[in-house]
């Protein structure tokens, strides 16, 4: 009888035979081309060699070979047969970790230049979103049609005139999604976490922050207005009674009144007094594929709660004080204090539109390269808004370091760096 190890053994083997695995991974692509077009699979196409032979018999090569498909293509080939269903659900379920997309730089098209690179890099992705959360500048996002972009169009078959209705197009139906309108964006190319990050204060920038389903760590959507604030719409978003709480994105809009001022205030306080990360801040816009409670014009906020034992945050806050780039750097390198895992971490920069090179003697990308120069494998996604919410403050496993009210997580000219990790 042959044994389980020397079985093992032999699967190790052709796992490392470079031609065998690659032969495989032909086969593989040859199967999933077929299935792209809609048509039947021949009968015949599992068993034409020895790499055939084994794609239909030995699930760790095929789970090997899966790893690197597609979301959207491995449930096209799930239904090959019951070996590859089971295969790729295995893979599905091991894709934890987040990703994102981002984009810069004049679209020749009407829609913003984000909304154009989901459309040809979504297909890509090797996760299932289950939130997204997009940024994006106000140029070309809702704006009016240049005489550069009416020409282009005209060469364009297609192109969708309301961003939002494209987003649930593009996205699975079961995806959340928030999205802001900022002044200026922060991006790190897509998918490259140690690319330097560039601080888009002027021109078409955006990103796609895209989490899958992970083990752990739940994620709500919140949606607040004067009409739909209470305290029963707060637990139901995780943002009280939660003891599992850890981090807060929260972005609101139209808050410059005082009838605004006081809405911000009353969601603010019970977060206050939480051990929890609350970082974000004031935006021009909000949307969403899922319809709102708010009026045009009406003051708001939304943002997402993440909660879950797994899920570690830090943030500091670069004030008017911090205007060179040495006090810069020796501000953000607080950050490594905490200790942070930089596996699926990702990092937040959260500016005033008054500060980026202006409050640097007119020398730019100060901030986002201070903070490649010290997290060199982390990405850092953000925007320059018209006020900033977050404190100093550490979230670990068991302990909270720092305490502030209310007045202390709102401030102005200032830049909330953070770092928030999904375990």
Same mark, same amino acid.
Request: proline residues 4%; glycine residues 8%; charged residues 20%.
């Given at each position: 009888?042959?044994?389980? !190890?020397?079985?093992?053994?032999? =699967?190790?083997?052709?796992?490392?035979?470079?031609?065998?695995?690659?032969?495989?991974?032909?086969?593989?692509?040859?199967?999933?081309?077929?299935?792209?077009?809609?048509?039947?699979?021949?009968?015949?196409? +599992?068993?034409?060699?020895?790499?055939?032979?084994? +794609?239909?018999?030995?699930a760790?090569?095929?789970?090997?070979?899966?790893?690197?498909?597609?979301?959207?293509?491995?449930?096209?080939?799930?239904?090959?047969?019951?070996?590859?269903?089971?295969?790729?659900? !295995?893979?599905l379920? /091991?894709?934890?970790?987040?990703?994102?997309?981002?984009?810069?730089?004049?679209?020749?098209?009407?829609?913003?230049?984000?909304?154009? /690179?989901?459309?040809?890099?979504?297909?890509?992705?090797?996760? +299932?979103? #289950?939130?997204?959360?997009?940024?994006?500048?106000?140029?070309?996002? !809702?704006?009016?049609?240049?005489?550069?972009?009416?020409?282009?169009?005209?060469?364009?078959?297609?192109?969708?005139?309301?961003?939002?209705?494209?987003?649930?197009?593009?996205?699975?139906?079961?995806?959340?999604?928030?999205?802001?309108?900022?002044?200026?964006?922060?991006?790190?190319?897509?998918?490259?976490?140690?690319?330097?990050? #560039?601080?888009?204060?002027?021109?078409?920038?955006?990103?796609?922050?895209?989490?899958?389903a992970?083990?752990?760590?739940?994620?709500?959507?919140?949606?607040f207005?004067?009409? *739909?604030?209470?305290?029963?719409?707060?637990?139901?978003?995780?943002?009280?009674?939660?003891?599992?709480?850890?981090?807060?994105?929260?972005?609101?809009?139209? /808050?410059?009144?005082?009838?605004?001022?006081?809405?911000?205030?009353k969601?603010?306080?019970?977060?206050?007094r939480?051990?929890?990360?609350i970082?974000?801040?004031?935006?021009?816009?909000?949307?969403?594929?899922?319809?709102?409670?708010c009026?045009?014009?009406?003051?708001?906020?939304?943002?997402?709660?993440?909660?879950?034992?797994k899920? #570690?945050?830090?943030?500091?806050?670069?004030? #008017?004080?911090?205007n060179?780039?040495?006090?810069?750097?020796?501000? =953000?390198?607080?950050?490594?204090?905490?200790?942070?895992?930089?596996?699926?971490?990702?990092?937040?920069?959260?500016?005033?539109?008054?500060?980026?090179?202006?409050?640097?003697?007119?020398?730019?990308?100060?901030?986002?390269?201070?903070?490649?120069? =010290?997290?060199?494998?982390?990405?850092?996604l953000g925007?320059?808004?018209?006020?900033?919410?977050?404190?100093?403050?550490?979230?670990?496993?068991?302990?909270?370091l720092?305490?502030?009210? /209310?007045g202390?997580?709102?401030?102005?000219?200032? *830049?909330?760096?953070?770092?928030?990790?999904?375990?």
């Amino acid at each position: 009888m042959v044994s389980m !190890r020397s079985v093992l053994a032999s =699967i190790v083997r052709l796992l490392n035979n470079f031609r065998f695995v690659s032969a495989c991974r032909v086969k593989c692509e040859k199967i999933i081309r077929v299935k792209m077009e809609g048509d039947a699979a021949p009968a015949n196409i +599992l068993w034409e060699s020895k790499a055939g032979y084994v +794609l239909s018999n030995v699930a760790e090569v095929v789970e090997r070979i899966l790893t690197f498909v597609p979301t959207k293509n491995l449930f096209r080939i799930a239904s090959v047969c019951r070996l590859w269903r089971n295969c790729a659900r !295995r893979v599905l379920r /091991t894709r934890q970790r987040f990703t994102w997309l981002s984009a810069s730089g004049s679209s020749i098209y009407e829609e913003h230049v984000l909304l154009r /690179t989901m459309t040809q890099d979504l297909e890509n992705i090797c996760l +299932l979103p #289950q939130t997204a959360l997009l940024m994006v500048n106000h140029e070309n996002f !809702r704006g009016s049609v240049s005489h550069r972009h009416r020409k282009a169009r005209r060469c364009e078959d297609e192109v969708d005139s309301d961003p939002v209705e494209k987003l649930r197009r593009l996205l699975p139906s079961s995806c959340k999604v928030l999205g802001v309108v900022a002044s200026g964006i922060v991006v790190t190319p897509s998918g490259l976490p140690s690319s330097p990050p #560039q601080e888009h204060e002027e021109g078409e920038a955006g990103f796609s922050l895209l989490f899958p389903a992970m083990d752990g760590v739940t994620i709500r959507l919140f949606h607040f207005c004067k009409k *739909t604030l209470s305290d029963t719409a707060m637990e139901e978003a995780g943002l009280i009674n939660n003891p599992d709480l850890k981090v807060v994105l929260m972005f609101d809009h139209d /808050t410059n009144t005082s009838a605004g001022g006081r809405f911000l205030n009353k969601l603010l306080k019970p977060l206050s007094r939480s051990n929890v990360l609350i970082i974000g801040g004031q935006v021009e816009d909000v949307f969403s594929i899922n319809k709102t409670c708010c009026s045009p014009g009406s003051f708001g906020a939304v943002g997402l709660t993440f909660s879950g034992s797994k899920i #570690q945050g830090a943030s500091v806050l670069l004030d #008017q004080d911090v205007n060179n780039p040495k006090a810069a750097e020796a501000t =953000i390198q607080r950050l490594k204090a905490a200790n942070i895992p930089e596996r699926n971490t990702m990092g937040f920069m959260f500016a005033c539109v008054g500060r980026g090179y202006s409050s640097y003697n007119y020398q730019h990308n100060v901030e986002a390269d201070t903070f490649r120069k =010290i997290f060199s494998n982390i990405p850092l996604l953000g925007f320059f808004g018209n006020g900033e919410i977050g404190c100093d403050r550490i979230v670990k496993e068991n302990y909270t370091l720092s305490e502030t009210d /209310t007045g202390g997580l709102q401030h102005t000219f200032t *830049t909330v760096m953070s770092l928030v990790h999904f375990g």
